[in-house]
């Protein structure tokens, strides 16, 4: 069923869902209170952005041209309607099509910053895939690949351009290996938790094409309080004010 929701409390802005498919998460929420943001940016370039949560988080956060990729048709034209609920069409672009394609869609070296929510799960034998497809190509890597996502940054990032996403900790070691694949270094990196005690099970990454050696390991990020309520530094990512 098709949903006009608030994005939390971000200038009153609000995204088109579909309950049948799949909601925004916190992870969208984390991403673009992340990712390195300055005054110079030109051009932000969102993978994989569904229905434009990241895109429309960024519009309040810089005044660069936002440009979303996604796609499953259906997807997009529910993002398109949020783009235009919100008339933001003059800073926010949205492609429908394989962010494998974009080699072909743009030059080289033009792009300050990607940002990416990517499918989290690999696919194999064990993959339990017996779910909507909308969900299939969210979660899981059935279009693109960690891979993928890494060689489409390394040919568009400007140099030093940033590349932001966040994955499962448990991913990490595959995301570092393919980071120092594709000459994007690492340089920042925040751990999230459920809540202090736990394991953590999500992990904000940024790195820059052809960056310098220096990593920086942030605070870690609790996202509920033993109540189950979420945390004041969390509260304070669902709003612009």
């Given at each position: 069923?098709?949903?006009?929701?608030?994005?939390?409390?971000?200038?009153?802005?609000?995204?088109?869902?579909?309950?049948?498919?799949?909601?925004?998460?916190?992870?969208?929420?984390?991403?673009?209170?992340?990712?390195?943001?300055?005054?110079?940016?030109?051009?932000?370039?969102?993978?994989?952005?569904?229905?434009?949560?990241?895109?429309?988080?960024l519009s309040t956060k810089t005044k660069a041209q936002i440009i979303g990729v996604e796609i499953q048709k259906d997807v997009y034209e529910l993002a398109k309607k949020t783009i235009e609920y919100n008339h933001l069409e003059n800073q926010i672009e949205l492609l429908n099509m394989d962010m494998r394609d974009l080699k072909k869609q743009f030059v080289?070296?033009?792009?300050?910053?990607?940002?990416?929510?990517?499918?989290?799960?690999?696919?194999?034998?064990?993959?339990?895939?017996?779910?909507?497809?909308?969900?299939?190509?969210?979660?899981?890597?059935?279009?693109?690949?960690?891979?993928?996502?890494?060689?489409?940054?390394?040919?568009?990032?400007k140099n030093n351009g940033i590349l932001a996403m966040i994955h499962r900790t448990d991913r990490l070691l595959d995301i570092l290996r393919c980071c120092n694949q594709f000459g994007m270094e690492v340089k920042k990196i925040r751990f999230v938790y459920p809540k202090q005690g736990s394991e953590s099970n999500m992990v904000l990454i940024e790195a820059r094409k052809n960056g310098g050696v220096g990593l920086k390991v942030l605070p870690p990020l609790y996202a509920h309080l033993e109540n189950g309520e979420y945390t004041d530094e969390i509260k304070k990512m669902f709003s612009d004010s």
């Open positions: 069923m098709e949903v006009l929701n608030d994005l939390v409390n971000y200038r009153g802005l609000k995204i088109y869902q579909n309950t049948d498919w799949f909601l925004f998460s916190l992870d969208s929420i984390l991403l673009p209170n992340f990712v390195t943001l300055n005054k110079n940016i030109q051009t932000v370039l969102d993978l994989g952005t569904g229905n434009a949560p990241i895109p429309l988080v080289g070296d033009s792009i300050d910053v990607i940002t990416c929510n990517p499918p989290y799960f690999k696919v194999d034998d064990m993959s339990n895939l017996n779910e909507d497809f909308h969900k299939v190509v969210a979660r899981h890597e059935v279009k693109v690949q960690l891979e993928d996502i890494l060689s489409i940054s390394k040919y568009l990032l």
